[in-house]
């Protein structure tokens, strides 16, 4: 069964780190392109970064670069995203998601998400 789920979620203070962590079963997520998004309360889903196949290459959006990086654990099926200086506006649901296409059809996996809070 094909599944992503997320964790490492929680509450931080601003300037604090998290990170967050997208296990897949079912598939092996270095053969996708692995993205992290996020939506905050009434605020459209914003995608905040992205690890290619292979990890060749990563991207950030403007909001977070510098301060959060993204990677791949092989070995343990995932792909992480290291939060540093946490600011408020940095709140939302995060959500895992997987993308690949063969010749047949599209792949896209998501996870269920998990909460980030920053706050004081």
């Known amino acids: 069964q094909v599944q992503l789920v997320e964790s490492g979620g929680g509450l931080v203070q601003p300037g604090g780190s998290l990170r967050l962590s997208c296990t897949a079963s079912g598939f092996t997520s270095s053969r996708y392109t692995m993205k992290w998004y996020r939506q905050a309360p009434g605020k459209e889903r914003e995608l905040v970064a992205f690890i290619t196949t292979g990890g060749g290459t990563t991207k950030y959006a403007d909001s977070v670069k510098g301060r959060f990086t993204m990677f791949r654990n092989y070995a343990k099926n995932t792909a992480s995203l290291q939060m540093n200086s946490l600011k408020p506006e940095d709140t939302a649901m995060y959500y895992c998601?997987?993308?690949?296409?063969?010749?047949?059809?599209?792949?896209?996996?998501w996870g269920q998400g998990t909460q980030v809070t920053v706050s004081s």
């Open positions: 998601n997987a993308v690949a296409r063969d010749y047949v059809r599209e792949y896209d996996y």
